[in-house]
């Protein structure tokens, strides 16, 4: 179950009455309809596993120059096979009862019928940039949910270790395809010949 920490100061305006209801005592009680009304009408970032629901922080001026650097990557060479590849914030389904949030996922077929206005049903490639609050949910959380949902690829971007690990799917389990440190590479299985320079992600203004 997610941190209570990131809870406890979250509530939502719900009535005309102006009444606002603290969403903590919910935990674990909330369906997916609920979850997407919720998120329909928030404009926090949110996520949503077995009943329970996490809000993310907000993202930093360094962490959105690090997003948008890598979009303009990963989209500059989908682009080129009829993919599609979007931001934060789109809801991806990875199962039945749980919804994340990628920094970027992407479609290798922009005609995939995964592809859905209100979210994703699944995704070719994920890359979430490690929030410092709770590493362990992109570094250990989300690998699991990712690899449940069939997701080929993820890329975990650390700033706080300035490293890029590339995670592929083997099996049911994810296996690391590459870890790039400063003055490297980060390379793609599954978009041949794609690689980004370690070095300009961590440094972008």
């Known amino acids: 179950m997610p941190s209570n920490a990131n809870l406890l100061e979250f509530k939502l305006v719900r009535r005309a009455d102006g009444i606002e209801i603290d969403l903590l005592p919910l ?45 303009e990557h990963f989209k500059a060479a989908i682009q080129r096979l009829g993919g599609k590849v979007l931001v934060a914030p789109l809801r991806l389904q990875v199962r039945p009862g749980a919804f994340r949030e990628p920094d970027i996922l992407m479609l290798l077929d922009a005609s995939d ?46 700033p706080l270790e300035e490293r890029i690990t590339v995670l592929t799917l ?7 395809f590459g870890e790039s440190g400063r003055g490297e590479q980060a390379h793609s299985k599954l978009l041949v010949e794609f690689s980004v320079s370690v070095d300009d992600v961590f440094d972008v203004q």
């Open 27 to 71: 935990q674990g009680l909330w369906t997916e309809e609920q979850y997407i009304e919720l998120t329909n009408q928030s404009n926090h970032l949110i996520e949503f596993v077995d009943g329970a629901i996490e809000v993310l922080p907000r993202p930093t001026s360094a962490h959105q120059s690090m997003l948008l650097l890598l979009y």
């Open 113 to 158: 019928p995964r592809y859905q206005d209100a979210y994703w049903r699944g995704a070719d490639l994920v890359v979430e940039i490690v929030s410092p609050d709770r590493p362990e949910r992109d570094t250990v959380e989300k690998p699991r949910d990712y690899a449940a949902a069939g997701i080929p690829e993820y890329w975990i971007v650390n």
């Open 170 to 176: 083997d099996g049911e389990a994810y296996r690391t």
